[in-house]
């Protein structure tokens, strides 16, 4: 069972890597500004809580500082939605949130070592991990078709 978990582990990962980078790109070649800051500060925020999650420090602490680096992801997805009134942003914002409070829940528990426990935190911050990604995706494939139809793009 425990091998299950890792190559699933394993296979989630390089998903939302894969994601993330299809994402950063799409920003990166069709996006507007908004989609371009939506993937630096996705791209600062993966920098962030990557290594993070390596630390070796104790769960709850690296749990106090994964919050902390998503309350600043999110302060970040934020501050560009607003500035560029992007709705795929602010998409990334409300994920980022819901992500940020799955966390604090999930420290305000005292992190039980129950594995279903583990398992449904780790299937819900997925999920709104990929929402991210799906989010900036938008975000870039829009500038793109308003782009191609003559329309100016948010500056």
């Known amino acids: 069972m425990n091998t299950f978990f890792l190559a699933a582990n394993l296979a989630n990962y390089a998903a ?3 994601l993330f980078l299809a994402a950063s790109v799409a920003a990166w070649r069709w996006g507007g500004p908004a989609a371009r800051a939506g ?3 996705n791209l600062a925020a993966w920098l962030l809580t990557t290594p993070a999650n390596f630390l070796p420090i104790g769960e709850t602490q690296q749990m106090y500082l994964v919050c902390a680096l998503d309350l600043l992801a999110a302060a970040g997805f934020l ?3 607003a500035r560029y009134n992007s709705l795929w942003i602010a ?3 409300l994920a980022e949130g819901v992500q940020t409070c799955v966390d604090v829940v999930y420290v305000g528990e005292g992190s039980s070592l129950d594995r279903i426990h583990h398992f449904l935190v780790g299937a819900t911050d997925s999920a709104f991990t990929w929402a991210i990604q799906i989010a900036i995706l ?3 494939l829009a500038d ?3 782009l191609a139809s003559g329309a100016s ?3």
């Open 79 to 81: 501050f560009v939605a």
């Open 16 to 18: 939302e890597f894969l």
């Open 144 to 146: 793109r078709r308003r």
């Open 138 to 140: 938008g975000a870039a």
């Open 153 to 155: 793009v948010r500056v």
């Open 39 to 41: 993937a630096l500060v």
């Open 91 to 93: 998409t990334a914002v």
